[in-house]
Every structure is written in structure tokens, then in C-alpha cells.
């Protein structure tokens, strides 16, 4: 039976057979007495009333025959639902979908029940060492931080299991016994820290950036904003009636907890953005669109020999590459530094492809690393409560992993009383 529409509800009626009123929900029907009575109608009252409070479905009985795999894809519509903002699904997804795999594919088809402590530790060994699913797809082992995270994303789907009465109340405490992974003992890999990037790297990159992307590279460093933050800037956005403007980001990461995002925007900051904002209001100051234009009207005064009158009157090709975007996003504003990485950085002739990739990705910067920069400078000239409160941050716990500790006090009382 295909699906209700949203703005239907399962009709009363009558049932041929019983002449009983009777309502059906999820394909399944439900008798409500004889029909025209006020009791039948009472309970049509309240069987709708629990169907539409629980998201159109029924509450599940307790069933002690739910597999794994039954378990899953009733989590991801709930996921799918929940983890949305302005109406687009959030990284959330992609990450449960990455840590619930393992589980689908080692124990799909056993039961909910029969899940426990030792197979979730199961799944953490697997998760570190790498496996192969029921289809021989090989799945290579991930770090030990990243490990823990997703055991945390299945602890968390085991609990909403309890919650939706889909598995027994003890379930998900017991799996709370299971301890994440420590350092140095275990046999996952250990991946380094977030460093911020020091000004001398930076510089030696711009040069080679887009235009575009040395703009947002340079506000980004002043301002301590965010990747996902300077790519969404926009001018409707910027108040500019002060001396220090200040940005209020249409979406970002914390909102969901009804926090407010204010970046105040210093004079630096503001002869960089000031050219961005004379366009559309509602339009992205940092786009890929300008910089790919800018990068071509470039190429064509760079031209030692003039152009024929056939050349300048050239357009692009209908079935030519995708056009750049309008907005650079937190996966392409990245790329975009990659090869002007390694141009500012050039790899000796002798490497092997191996080699030479190890020293790219080692000479590469990424944009996150800014934010650590700026952090580290606050912290350093202002204090970590201006680092906290520049960066956005509620506790001051997560500002100390942004904001590096400035070993020059400490060197120097060293060198006094050491």
C-alpha cells in the first residue's frame, strides 16, 4: 500500500465484513467498536492522536525478533529526518552512515536482543585493524580517535533503539560499560593534533592562491571564523553601521543549541571584505564563479601576442567542464589550496609517486588551521577568555584545544631559575 501524503489522515469508516468502524495506520487495521458511537470515535480520537505524536507510525510493540539490520534502517529514517538544517541534511548522515556499516555488515542479521558488550568491542577491533563485509568489500582500519567516534554514533543508535521501545531497557546501559580506546594501548593509529599554521607558511602561499581564495584566507586569519563561516559570508549578513563590523552567519554549527554566532570584523578585515560587498545581498561574497573569471581575464593580459578578432570574440563551450558554483563550500575552499601547496612548495625530482605524495600531503595547510592561528595569537597577546569569546565557544575547555600554549613564559623562567 503505497504511503499517505502528509497532509492526509486515515480516514473513519466502516468494515464490510464486522460492520465495525475501524481505522488503518501503517497498513495495518485497527477495529474501534461499533461504528457511529462515541466510543469508536473516542478511540479513533486517540489511536490518530498517538499515530501522528509518534511521526505517522505506530508505537512499535515489543518485539524480540528485530534484527540489526531492521534496527538500522529504522534509525536512518529517523536520521534523515533529524539531522537537517535549512532543510538540508547535515554532515551527521554521512558519519552515521560511516559507523553503523561495520555493524550492518558483521551482524545484520543477528538479533537486537543478542547484541552486547563483547560484540561491540568486537566492532572496535575490527574498526581499527580494518574488515571485509558479507560481500568481501574490504574496509581499511581507521584511527583511534575516529574509532571512538563511531563507537559513540552506535552506542547512540542502541539508546534511541530503548527509547523507541525497539530494545530491551538494559541494552544500552550495558553498552555504556564499554570504555573508548586510550592512547598507547591500543593498536589503532594515532593521528597529530590540528597545528595552527604559521604566518611564514601562509605567505609563501598566497602568492600562488586565486584571488579569491588569498581574500578568504587573509579574513579568515583575522577574524577566526570558521571554513564553514567565510564561505557563507554574504552582505545582507555584515552590519557595518559601527566601527567594528560584525557578521552573524545565517546558519552555523552551534545554532541547533539556540546559540547566537556574532564575528566582529576589525579595519584589516574590512578593506579585504569591502570590495565583496558591493554585489546581490543575498549572494555569496566568496565565489568560485568570480575567482575562475578573474583567473581567466588574468591569462588573457598575460598574453604576449594580441589577440586575433576570432580569439576575443570566443565563448565558452557548451560541453565544456562543470561551471564553477556560487559559493565555494567546506570540501572545495581546501582543495582550492592544494596545488598552490605544492607550487609554493616544490618536491625534490627523485621522489617516487609515493614519495612525492607523502611530501605533498606533509607541505599541505588546511583552512581549520587558520582558526587555530588566530586563536593561538589571542590567546597569546589578549588572554583565553578573548581567544574563547573571539572563537565562539561555550566552554573554555574546547577553546584550549584551538588556542596553543605559549611556551615563551615558561622558556624564559627556565632560563632564570633552570
Known sequence: MPALPLDRQPKYRRHKASGQAVVTLNGKDLYLGARGTKASKAEYDRLLTIWLANDRRLPAASNTDLTIVELLAAFRKHAARHYRQNGEPTKTLGNINDAIRPLRGLFGRELVREFGPLKLKTLQGVLAQGYSDRKGRQFAGVARRTVNKRIGIIKQVFRWAVSEELAPPSLAHSLDSVAGLQRGRTEARETQPVRPVDDVTVDATLPHLPAVVADMVRFQRLTGCRPAEVCSLRP????????????????????????????????????????????????????????ERKLNQDRRAAHKTPMTPSQAARTAKRRGKRPAGAAYTTGSYPRAMHRPCDTAFQAPDDLSAAELTAWQQSHRWVPNQLRHAAATEIRKQIGLQAAQVVLGHSKVDVTQMYAERDHTLAASVAAKIG
Not at 545582507?236 to 554566532?261: I, L, N
Not at 576589525?266 to 568560485?288: V, W
Request: hydrophobic share 30%.
Open 236 to 291: 545582507c549578513d555584515v552590519d557595518t553601521s559601527s566601527d567594528a563590523w560584525s557578521y552573524r552567519p545565517a546558519s552555523h554549527k552551534t545554532e541547533h543549541h539556540g546559540r547566537e554566532r556574532v564575528i566582529f570584523i576589525g579595519p584589516q578585515a574590512q578593506d579585504i571584505l569591502r570590495p565583496y560587498l558591493l554585489r546581490e545581498k543575498t549572494a555569496n561574497c566568496f565565489s568560485p564563479a568570480d575567482s
